[in-house]
């Protein structure tokens, strides 16, 4: 193995001696002070000689009668050869290759999945910003997950998630409005309807009269309860609904995880320290408790413009730094646990996630993606007003 490494770091040849009694050749070149590495009988006309490659301009001044033919050569001299002999098909491969890594990480075309054009515009508005866009490289795992979070911090009042997956050169985005709560606190009246589509597991009226019962598959927007209450003579009076119902809802998740996993969180302990700086060398002071990890921000105190030299503060902000290398099935069980806390942090009103199944799976080198079909238990209660069309029929004198 030793003697492997250094023939690479080597520039030694190997050369095909012939003629009449080689031998005289032999000891001719080794009176010069020429090193033999390594000497390979043939025949007694031929030999074959592993020489450096610095020695073979002296050993043709000392061939007279003898032929010289190169047969190889050998570590790093090797694949100069080679790359000369070859140069033009290496430049055109190394040029097809990166042309291939460049067009498969270039985005082509972003579908955002949404009914409500208002909201598509928006969402392309802030794609856009962040630098998602057609024909613009594709953002890492940890870029995406930064930017959905700042998309929703800018638009609390207007998106509850949001999930962007890619699948090779295109992005898919899936978004959801904000629906502000619906409980009612006033002397209208109301119905409860389904808020989604789902099969009623319970149903809790505390007025009203319940028109669906548990085990029934209900559309968006179907009374559940309605405002009147039938009496015994068949009279209807309104009261108005209040309750609640749990629905079993289902859901279509898609998502990434990587294999090389690595996260950034925050303690919640900061402090300020005063340090010193000159060139590459720092020296707090007054820095009795410090921190493994943390992110800093500096403020100048004062620096030298001639002389690397300043002494600032700095803002330090305690971290816990994560960094896990992942087996295929360690990534799918935790894609599975990231999928069902976005589904709860997306829906507030699930109160149980019952069940998970893994639609498609697909390892894609650097993640694993999982198209997911999760069934939850959720209060899909809405609240609707009742409207009572009235003709007012006014009499008109002449």
Request: net charge positive; with cysteine.
């Amino acid at each position: 193995m030793k003697s492997k490494i250094l023939n690479f770091f080597s520039s030694n040849v190997k050369i095909s001696v012939t003629g009449r009694n080689v031998n005289n050749f032999i000891k001719r070149i080794i009176k010069n002070n020429i090193n033999i590495v390594k000497l390979i009988p043939i025949s007694y006309k031929e030999v074959h000689l592993i020489i450096e490659y610095n020695d073979l301009a002296k050993i043709e001044k000392y061939k007279t009668i003898y032929d010289i033919e190169i047969i190889k050569y050998y570590g790093k001299l090797r694949i100069l050869k080679f790359i000369n002999k070859n140069i033009y098909l290496l430049f055109s491969f190394f040029v097809s290759l990166l042309i291939i890594y460049t067009l498969s990480n270039i985005i082509f075309d972003i579908n955002i999945v949404h009914s409500n054009q208002n909201i598509v515009h928006l969402i392309e508005k802030e794609l856009n910003n962040h630098g998602i866009k057609k024909y613009s490289f594709a953002k890492n795992y940890y870029e995406i997950e930064k930017i959905k979070k700042e998309i929703l911090d800018d638009n609390k009042d207007t998106l509850e998630w949001i999930e962007i997956i890619r699948e090779g050169t295109k992005y898919t985005v899936r978004v959801e409005e904000r629906i502000l709560n619906n409980n009612v606190e006033d002397n209208k009246l109301y119905d409860i309807v389904a808020s989604k589509s789902a099969v009623i597991k319970a149903i809790e009226a505390s007025s009203g009269e319940k028109i669906k019962s548990p085990n029934t598959y209900v559309k968006k927007g179907e009374v559940i309860i309605s405002s009147d209450v039938t009496l015994p003579n068949n009279e209807k009076v309104a009261v108005g609904a209040h309750g609640k119902v749990i629905g079993e809802v289902w859901y279509k998740v898609d998502i990434e995880y990587p294999y090389n996993y690595h996260e950034i969180s925050y303690t919640g302990k900061k402090k300020k320290v005063l340090v010193f700086n000159f060139a590459n060398k720092r020296i707090s002071f007054f820095d009795f408790h410090k921190y493994k990890n943390f992110e800093k921000d500096t403020k100048v105190i004062f620096e030298n413009l001639y002389i690397p030299m300043s002494l600032t503060y700095e803002y330090q902000y305690e971290t816990n730094v994560i960094d896990n290398i992942y087996t295929y099935n360690e990534a799918k069980d935790k894609a599975i646990i990231k999928a069902k806390e976005r589904l709860t942090e997306k829906y507030s009103n699930i109160s149980k996630i019952n069940d998970v199944k893994i639609l498609k799976e697909k390892d894609q080198t650097s993640h694993i993606f999982l198209s997911l079909f999760i069934i939850c238990d959720e209060d899909i209660t809405e609240y609707r007003e009742v409207i009572n069309d009235t003709e007012d029929n006014d009499s008109a004198s002449f």
